[in-house]
């Protein structure tokens, strides 16, 4: 059971920062028109946000298993 | 080649395919092999998020405003992180209480409530048999576009074509079938449809590999790479806007926080993902691999959507092609046929597996907790009263499911092109958003009453009404379009878009702030103003104690009145047929340690095994009216239930008591027990020293005896001598003294009153 709690908290956190990283102001940071690997920069910010998050996801719940 | 000869059987062989599978599925669920109990399955499943909006409408928003479509998809990946914490929890209480549908499990929150079943089933038919219209009018859409190949059509526009000769009503009827054939198999819903899921998960596979199929022939095929498109789009003069879209095109940052906001609601309560993630669910514990699969199936579907929006406006510039079907039409303006063809099954996958789940759904709600309660209650059927009730359950399923999905096409037909249908997929959300309040605050607060729920879900369906489906009806021009620029009877203060002169938010952010008031405010408001019943109460703290209830259906909860065994093996066998029933109480009877049926006591226990096990098959508030009619039960007050808590909470305070005196009394006994020994040694001490000095006494006395008599037997003797005589006495007497002194002192020492 605690480690099920445990494994919950951090999910928890992640979420947190998935709302940090996908939300005003971080998003702002990046609406700019420049670019990044020759995509658009807040493209490419928000899909790197994303796999970091989905790593972060994977992270959590593989390892405590 | 692409002729209607041969998209049609192709896509009927693709039907075929899913047939097939769902058989297979089935035949190794009956084997006791099931082909789903995997984590992968699991996640591919869920996957029936993405419909044919996703596949085909993604492209056209991003065409118009960037990145606007992408908190539909980033909401469910912050959802997945909650999943452990809010869903693990509803999975839980859904199979300790038999829950089938969303209608079920709020209604058994709020005391198995026939009421909001029905209010949640309405809600749900209204918000989504449009979106179900969405899907079969964009199957129609893709096959009237790629029927003209090899030209390149401007839109999809139908012709009034009769319902005989259109091919979205037979596909409808398709789907009805195949719903029926693998959605209604048992009568126990609670027993999960395996085939239908494996088939779903095939579907989910199949528009990915089609949808990135398309991305990467657009990126690599067409254009020369990522980095090329957005070169080109970076010198178009629209698409260069789009660059830097949030704030701007793509709306405000406010309106993409409320998208993500919305469509995390969604994810959880539309019918088809509860259906999926709670009824479906096989084991809890493929959550976990879900919380990051899933994620990175919709990061995965996402990846080409503005590399294939952004080709297209560039490579269709100057003609009128709608973007919501680049997917389709690039590949036929490049000649890749194949490719087209596989992009409408994609298209097919999408939206087939969306209706499928999505009627199974909202046809149990509508079988279990509109029409079944209906019919219960009214005496003049009698139906209650019938031997076996399993034939007319299952003709009513298959009724209600046919009834979804011509519903749905016949909106179709009706709205076509209209706004209300276009727009109906962030509406549909926006309508099962208002589940919210009810179901997490039901979770999570034992104090959320019936009343509470029903206000909140009321209040914010009402509002959702005025501000999202009537507005959607006047632009569609079915009422008054005066209705939305002047406010009804000219009332500006109750401009939908603008209510009590709320503007500059878009309709859906608007909408979403306003309904969600209503809805949590009255919700709370009204939950802290009523009281619950003794039944509430019980569902309540089932419903939030959950993980600390692990007794299963041995656990009962107060129940007051007279039932008869034969009475509810009765019950059980005119619902879920005789053998089932006679299996289902025999193993209920061996948890229970009875060796037969037979020697069960008709309990509160055996009354609540017979209400979950009718749940499954009709949901919690028909099975509640059922049971209520076989057994005869006395209400319990509060004040009743209060008495016996009274009673149980006093009997505890006494024991309790009783525990502390008697650990007093032994601590009490170790002491005088220990005091005794001293004593006892304290006794044998004082023997051993009075013999001592007893000894010690008899010497002087002896001869103080013996020297007197000598003086006394000899008067002769000279005056020398008897002096001597009488100073040995004297000494000998005073020696005695002393002697007797100290046994003194030690007594008084003894007795502690020594200076």
Avoid at chain 2, 59 to 66: C, N, S, T, W, Y
Avoid at chain 2, 482 to 506: C, T
Avoid at chain 2, 669 to 674: F, I, K, M, Q, V
Wanted: overall charge neutral.
């Amino acid at each position: 059971m605690l480690r099920s709690e445990m494994k919950g908290q951090r999910l928890v956190a992640v979420f947190l920062l998935g709302v940090l990283l996908f939300n005003y102001p971080l998003l702002a940071l990046f609406n700019r028109a420049a670019e990044a690997f020759g995509i658009p920069l807040v493209y490419a910010y928000i899909f790197c946000a994303w796999a970091l998050v989905i790593g972060l996801l994977a992270l959590v719940v593989e390892r405590s298993r | 080649m692409l002729q209607s000869w041969v998209i049609i059987p192709v896509s009927l062989a693709y039907v075929g395919v899913l047939f097939a599978i769902a058989r297979y599925g089935d035949r190794r669920a009956d084997q006791g092999r099931s082909l789903i109990a995997n984590p992968y399955i699991y996640a591919l499943s869920l996957g029936v998020y993405a419909t044919a909006w996703t596949f085909y409408g993604s492209v056209g928003r991003a065409a118009a405003d960037g990145i606007g479509f992408l908190p539909i998809y980033i909401g469910p990946t912050l959802m997945m992180a909650l999943w452990w914490l809010v869903l693990r929890k509803i999975v839980r209480i859904s199979k300790a209480n038999r829950i089938t549908s969303l209608a079920d499990f709020v209604s058994s929150r709020y005391g198995k409530s026939a009421l909001i079943a029905g209010l949640v089933t309405v809600i749900a038919v209204v918000g989504v048999v449009p979106y179900i219209a969405l899907q079969l009018k964009a199957i129609s859409h893709s096959f009237t576009i790629l029927v003209q190949y090899p030209e390149v059509v401007a839109t999809g526009a139908r012709e009034p074509v009769p319902i005989l000769s259109d091919t979205a009503f037979w596909l409808a009827l398709l789907l009805a079938t195949f719903t029926i054939l693998f959605g209604t198999r048992h009568l126990d819903a609670s027993e999960r449809h395996e085939g239908l899921v494996a088939a779903i998960a095939f579907e989910s596979l199949v528009k990915l590999v089609a949808f990135l199929a398309v991305g990467l022939f657009v990126t690599y095929g067409i254009y020369d790479g990522l980095a090329d498109i957005f070169a080109q789009a970076a010198a178009h003069a629209r698409l260069a806007g789009l660059f830097a879209p949030l704030g701007g095109a793509a709306g405000s940052y406010g309106s993409w926080a409320w998208l993500t906001a919305l469509s995390m609601l969604a994810f959880m309560f539309l019918p088809r993902q509860f259906q999926i993630a709670v009824v479906e669910n096989v084991n809890e514990n493929h959550l976990g691999k879900a919380i990051w699969l899933f994620p990175l199936y919709m990061l995965a579907m996402n990846v080409f959507v503005v590399p294939v929006a952004f080709g297209g406006v560039m490579h269709f510039a100057g003609l009128a092609v709608d973007p919501d079907t680049f997917v389709l039409t690039l590949p036929m303006a490049e000649q890749q046929e194949a490719l087209a063809l596989l992009v409408f099954i994609g298209g097919l996958s999408a939206a087939t597996g969306m209706v499928i789940v999505e009627t199974i759904a909202l046809s149990t709600m509508v079988c279990n907790d509109l029409v079944m309660p209906v019919l219960l209650r009214l005496k003049s059927t009698r139906i209650a009263e019938r031997a076996n009730l399993a034939p007319l359950l299952l003709g009513i399923r298959r009724g209600a499911i046919v009834a979804v999905v011509l519903l749905g096409y016949f909106y179709f037909r009706l709205a076509g092109e209209a706004y209300a249908l276009v727009a109906i997929g962030l509406i549909s959300f926006a309508a099962v958003a208002q589940f919210a309040p009810a179901t997490i605050g039901g979770i999570y607060w034992k104090g959320a009453t019936r009343a509470g729920a029903l206000a909140g879900l009321g209040a914010g369906f009402a509002v959702w009404l005025y501000t999202l489906l009537l507005p959607s009806f006047a632009k569609s021009g079915w009422l008054p379009i005066g209705f939305l620029e002047q406010g009804p009877l000219g009332i500006a203060i109750l401009k939908p878009y603008a209510l009590l002169g709320l503007e500059g938010l878009n309709d859906i952010t608007h909408a979403m702030l306003w309904s969600m008031t209503a809805n949590i405010g009255t919700f709370v408001a009204v939950s802290v103003l009523t009281r619950q019943t003794v039944a509430e109460q019980a569902q309540a703290a089932r419903f939030v104690d959950v993980f600390r209830r692990e007794g299963g259906d041995l656990d009962v909860h107060p129940w007051k009145g007279t039932a008869s065994l034969p009475d509810l093996v009765a019950l059980l066998g005119r619902f879920l047929g005789p053998e089932r029933a006679q299996a289902a109480l025999a193993g209920y009877a061996r948890r229970r340690g009875f060796a037969a049926p037979a020697a069960m006591p008709a309990d509160a226990g055996l009354v609540q095994f017979a209400e979950t096990a009718l749940a499954g098959a009709i949901g919690g508030a028909s099975a509640r009216i059922m049971v209520a009619s076989a057994v005869k039960e006395d209400a319990l007050s509060i004040a009743e239930v209060r008495s016996m808590l009274d009673e149980a909470s006093q009997v505890i305070a006494t024991s309790h008591e009783l525990k502390v005196k008697s650990q007093e009394l032994t601590r009490a006994t170790a002491e005088l027990r220990a005091a005794n020994e001293r004593l006892q040694e304290l006794d044998r001490m004082k023997d051993d020293f009075i013999s001592t000095v007893t000894h010690e006494l008899r010497t002087p006395l002896t001869s103080i005896r013996a020297f007197s008599e000598i003086l006394h037997d000899n008067p002769e003797l000279d005056a020398a001598e008897r002096e001597k005589f009488l100073a040995i006495i004297i000494q000998e007497s005073e020696r005695l003294t002393r002697l007797i002194n100290q046994v003194l002192d030690l007594a008084k020492l003894e007795s502690g009153r020594a200076e």
